[in-house]
């Protein structure tokens, strides 16, 4: 099984990992990793390291951070670079978390990263366009 370190800025990776429990139990291979802004990017990389060490990262290593760019983002991407199974995921959200915890028994890294992006763009949408939706699948069924 992928493990997992979420990540973000203030307390974005322990409110994502709350929620996620809430919804589906505790998880295992997963731990959440805040970035407080009394933090720094010192102190983030150590505490990314400790997860490291107490993730079994046989099955590879996703770390899921908030933005772009950010630092989350740039210490896991540091870090995936030095081994080949470990992919780095930013713009989560906790749909897409659930659907990969839920989908993540069986995949490798790139496989994890392909449907990752997948259900983002999938999960990202508006209620006027699911209302579209809803009325085109209605009339497709109806033979229109």
């Not at 908030?66 to 989350?72: E, K, M, R, W």
């Not at 080949?84 to 890294?109: C, H, K, S």
């Not at 790139?110 to 983002?120: H, K, M, N, T, V």
């Amino acid at each position: 099984m992928l493990s997992i370190i979420l990540s973000g800025h203030g307390g974005f990776a322990s409110g994502l990992e709350q929620a996620m429990k809430q919804i589906l139990g505790e998880q295992p291979q997963i731990i959440a990793i805040d970035f407080p802004e009394s933090s720094s990017t010192a102190r983030l990389t150590e505490q990314f390291k400790a997860a490291i060490g107490q993730l079994d990262e046989r099955e590879g290593l996703v770390f899921l951070t908030d933005l772009l760019g950010g630092t989350p983002f740039r210490v896991a991407s540091t870090l995936a670079l030095e081994k080949p199974d470990r992919e780095v995921i930013t713009g989560i959200n906790l749909q897409l978390l659930l659907e990969m915890v839920l989908e993540r028994e069986g995949l490798n890294g790139s496989e994890f990263r392909r449907i990752a992006l997948e259900c983002g763009h999938r999960g990202l949408t508006s209620l006027v366009d699911e209302m579209a939706r809803h009325r085109a699948t209605e009339a497709s069924e109806e033979g229109i």
